[in-house]
């Protein structure tokens, strides 16, 4: 199956590097650019120049309209596309608007061509892909009340799933069943008070449940 992609950045230069990136691997396939939100939308609606979007590669500040606002729009208008937010900007104003605004990752524009790559795929599969950057920034921030506290098994989901194991990789590496992984992942966005895994990631780094690769 070809991941289709669309590339949304207000810097030709940018799109143009990151589709010489994404066009020479075999199972990948730019379907389409745009320089800001509106247009990223219009061409997702029209299904791009490929018959169809799969994950939108995403910068935060354009003109007429960021990022954060398209990707609100994209989760009410083509709730099965994946954004994979990519930017030069980690800070809070940035990273918390567009996870809570349904992005499926963030990642920073250093990220090493190799990484990049994987975390179009993860993406595609629906897989939250933070940064290690991005991660350490959301450590410890206090959002709202404290949620309840996790049981030691929705912890090792969670953990599981920050390190990108589907489902199913779950299950097995716990030794049990994916209705059971689906299970506790519902208890989780319940406790955590979000709706998707990349959302229960996020979150999990804020509340200093998941620690970063590397501290």
Same mark, same amino acid.
């Given at each position: 199956?070809? $991941?289709?992609?669309?590339?949304?950045? *207000?810097?030709?230069?940018?799109?143009?590097?990151?589709?010489?990136? &994404?066009?020479?691997?075999?199972?990948?396939?730019? $379907? /389409?650019?745009?320089? *800001?939100?509106?247009?990223?939308?219009?061409?997702?609606?029209?299904?791009?120049?490929?018959?169809?979007?799969?994950?939108?590669?995403?910068?935060?500040?354009?003109?007429?309209? /960021?990022?954060?606002?398209?990707?609100?729009?994209?989760?009410?208008?083509?709730?099965?596309?994946?954004?994979? $937010?990519?930017?030069?900007?980690?800070?809070?104003?940035?990273?918390?608007?567009? &996870?809570?605004?349904?992005?499926?990752?963030?990642?920073?524009? *250093?990220?090493?061509?190799?990484?990049?790559?994987?975390?179009?795929?993860?993406?595609?599969?629906?897989?939250?892909?933070?940064?290690?950057?991005?991660?350490?920034?959301?450590?410890?921030?206090?959002?709202?009340?404290?949620?309840?506290?996790?049981?030691?098994?929705?912890?090792?989901?969670?953990?599981?799933?920050?390190?990108?194991?589907?489902?199913?990789?779950?299950?097995?590496?716990?030794? &049990?069943?994916?209705?059971?992984?689906?299970?506790?992942?519902?208890? &989780?966005?319940?406790?955590?008070?979000?709706?998707?895994?990349?959302?229960?990631?996020? $979150? /999990?780094?804020?509340? /200093?449940?998941?620690?970063?690769?590397?501290?």
């Amino acid at each position: 199956m070809t $991941v289709k992609v669309l590339i949304v950045d *207000d810097h030709p230069v940018v799109r143009d590097g990151l589709r010489g990136v &994404i066009d020479g691997e075999p199972d990948m396939e730019v $379907v /389409g650019e745009a320089g *800001d939100g509106a247009e990223a939308l219009a061409r997702v609606a029209d299904g791009g120049a490929g018959g169809g979007v799969d994950v939108v590669l995403m910068d935060l500040r354009m003109p007429r309209m /960021g990022g954060v606002e398209a990707i609100k729009e994209l989760r009410r208008t083509a709730p099965a596309v994946r954004v994979l $937010v990519l930017t030069t900007f980690d800070t809070d104003r940035d990273v918390l608007p567009a &996870i809570e605004a349904g992005a499926t990752g963030y990642l920073l524009k *250093d990220t090493p061509r190799v990484e990049l790559l994987r975390a179009v795929r993860a993406a595609h599969r629906g897989e939250a892909v933070l940064s290690p950057a991005v991660a350490g920034r959301l450590m410890g921030q206090v959002r709202g009340p404290e949620p309840e506290v996790l049981s030691a098994r929705e912890l090792q989901v969670l953990t599981l799933v920050a390190a990108g194991s589907t489902n199913r990789e779950t299950a097995q590496k716990l030794f &049990i069943s994916e209705a059971t992984v689906k299970t506790h992942l519902l208890h &989780i966005y319940a406790k955590l008070e979000v709706r998707d895994r990349a959302s229960a990631v996020a $979150v /999990g780094y804020q509340r /200093g449940l998941l620690v970063p690769e590397g501290r």
